[in-house]
């Protein structure tokens, strides 16, 4: 009776995490084929899903063309430490500039900041997409500034890091962005072709209902 209780309360309270989480993808580590994505380092992998990074407030870039598993990685390691008790935040970087600008408006501005800053894992997906505005430089180093050395960011991103002072667009800004963000990253680089693509030609569309 005691067991089966305590394990409906970590099921409870891992139901909570994940809808917090609010994860893109139904992504857990032991379906992510090693073999299948390329330029994953295996090592390096197994060590991020065992999660001692996070405590030690490490960050991690994710690079690569679309179609990757890029996001999906990601997801994959936020489900794990949200399964192993560590609160977990997923944002798309241009819907959270978007979140920030209305909070700005309307009030919320402070407390979401305080919202990103707590959380143990906060994933940024989708880097790089667009130049950044002055108000998205100055909200990115908000954010960086609060997390750096207290907790952990998982950024995605099309753009090789080098290239990623440049997307920022102020020099001084991008220095201090990148230096809370960069230096204590590890980082994964992924090739190859996309899989949504390869998925799409091995499950054709079926045009044979079509009218």
């Not at 009776?1 to 993808?25: G, P």
């Not at 906060?122 to 750096?148: S, T, Y």
Request: positive net charge; proline residues 3%; charged residues 30%.
């Amino acid at each position: 009776m005691i067991d089966r209780e305590a394990t409906e309360r970590d099921n409870k309270r891992l139901v909570t995490r994940l809808k917090f989480a609010s994860l893109r993808q139904s992504a857990v580590i032991e379906d992510i084929d090693l073999r299948a994505v390329r330029g994953l380092d295996r090592a390096l992998f197994q060590k991020l899903a065992a999660g001692d990074w996070i405590d030690r407030h490490h960050n991690l870039l994710i690079c690569g063309p679309t179609g990757v598993g890029k996001s999906w990685i990601a997801c994959a390691l936020g489900h794990k430490a949200c399964r192993d008790g560590r609160s977990v935040l997923y944002h798309r970087m241009p819907r959270l500039f978007e979140a920030l600008a209305l909070a700005r408006g309307d009030g919320r501005h402070a407390r979401l900041l305080k919202t990103l800053a707590r959380v143990q894992l906060l994933i940024l997906d989708d880097w790089g997409l667009a130049p950044l505005a002055p108000e998205q430089r100055r909200d990115l180093l908000e954010i960086m500034d609060d997390r750096h050395g207290r907790a952990t960011t998982i950024e995605t991103s099309q753009l090789p890091v080098d290239a990623w002072h440049a997307t920022i667009g102020d020099p001084t800004l991008a220095d201090a962005i990148l230096d809370r963000l960069v230096h204590n990253a590890h980082r994964l680089t992924l090739k190859g072709d996309s899989i949504r693509k390869a998925a799409a030609k091995t499950a054709p569309l079926d045009l044979g209902s079509a009218a």
